[in-house]
């Protein structure tokens, strides 16, 4: 997870509403106040969440938590990188009979909570090649690209995870066959990864009547339907989780969708760069799509045929 301190976004991904940071905490360097509401059956209940950042002391805590009014719904968060602080505050906390979470695990479990059912008719639905043949570069007859591209969608390539990558090679080749592999081997690893894939292909939306959609969002809400389709998940959330790193987005065909005539480019992938999600696009001539031009674009040219 790649983010600095608890956000509105965040609480909004745990369900709450109406999140406002609290005023009388405005100046305080060292933690972040919000209060928010969330129902419970009939009940609306007001929460307030106090972010305590890893330069934070017990003492300093305990100056905060004495002017915020004590409640069953008043709720601690730390940092995962502040272990040492955090079990100084944690202890404040367990006195205080406040409970106390991990920024990081807090989100991570929202996140596997609301993709449980997504990911398990992925992995389910994705049927594996028979007689898959491990993919090579061109260029490197001893490269494993299929786990070249596990680590670049989990973000274990050291300062790529957040680019955008290009598959280009042409018709018939297997990139689909590769996109389906990779997301199905990211499917089965996901908990353990903490990255859940969100797979697009074009089966996906060619029946879509593109005159009614409104961009990209909208076919990225429809494939998420195909796999779940009682999945809630609004844009917004969609885009929360690409920017915290907490999903990877493989795309086949993207210049298929770009190319059609009646759909409009309105989602920047420019700006989704910037996030810390791994972005995979399949495309079969990248000289027919115009939207790829950021500077860390790697392209990955396909074999004609797959060399074992």
Known sequence: MHQQGLTVQDLTLLGYSDVKKDERFSANDICLVYNALAVAGVRQLSATFVYFKSRATRAQAEEVLSRIQQSPDLYVVVPLSTMNNKSEISNLCKARKVECFVHEDLIWKRVETLMKEYVKSLSESIIPEKYFVQPRRDD???????????????GKEQNKKGN????????????????????????????????????????????????????????????????????NLTQEIFEHMLKIGYVSFIFDGFDELCGHRHFT?????????????GFLLTIHNIKRSPFFEPPKIRVVSAPKSWRG
């Open 164 to 231: 955008l990558l290009v598959l280009s090679a042409s018709a018939g080749v297997g990139k689909t066959t590769l996109a389906r592999h990779l997301t199905k081997l990211l499917a089965e690893r996901s908990f353990a990864n903490r990255v859940i894939p969100i797979y697009v292909e074009s089966q996906h939306w060619s029946k879509i009547q593109f005159e009614t959609i409104d961009g990209l969002w909208d076919v990225i809400a429809n494939s998420l339907k195909t796999y779940n389709s009682s999945l």
């Open 140 to 154: 490197d007859s001893k490269s494993e690209l299929d786990q070249e591209l596990i680590d670049f969608m989990t």
């Open 265 to 277: 480019y309105r989602m920047s992938l420019h700006k989704r760069t910037k996030c810390h999600s």
